[in-house]
């Protein structure tokens, strides 16, 4: 078990997330030292190298780039139903009960 502190360049709310979801197995805990929004927060990793290799700053940021992209279609998907529902005639509290919102 090795302790990691969070990299400069990662956001302190996708850290512990996205850690666990890059390897849930590996990561042992999640610590919180400091107050959250000021500089003196310090997140740190207690992660098991024998599942895996800790990731990398960049890696860490690839997987909140893929999240965000994933959001993005999803809205853009949900944009284009609302859309052919409207083309049907459909009225917006029927297409909120079928899209769900």
């Not at 990561?27 to 310090?42: A, D, E």
């Not at 740190?44 to 860490?60: G, K, L, Q, R, S």
Request: aromatic letters at 6%.
């Amino acid at each position: 078990m090795t302790k990691y502190d969070k990299p400069e360049s990662v956001d302190p709310d996708d850290f512990g997330r996205v850690l666990h979801l890059i390897n849930s197995d590996a990561v042992v805990q999640i610590m919180q030292y400091g107050t959250y929004g000021t500089p003196s927060l310090r997140l740190v990793c207690e992660w098991d190298d024998d599942v895996a290799t800790f990731p990398t700053a960049d890696e860490i940021k690839a997987v909140v780039v893929k999240e965000n992209l994933d959001l993005v279609a999803a809205a853009e998907a949900k944009a284009s139903a609302i859309e052919k529902l409207k083309a049907l005639g459909l009225n917006d509290a029927e297409i909120a009960s079928i899209t769900g919102g």
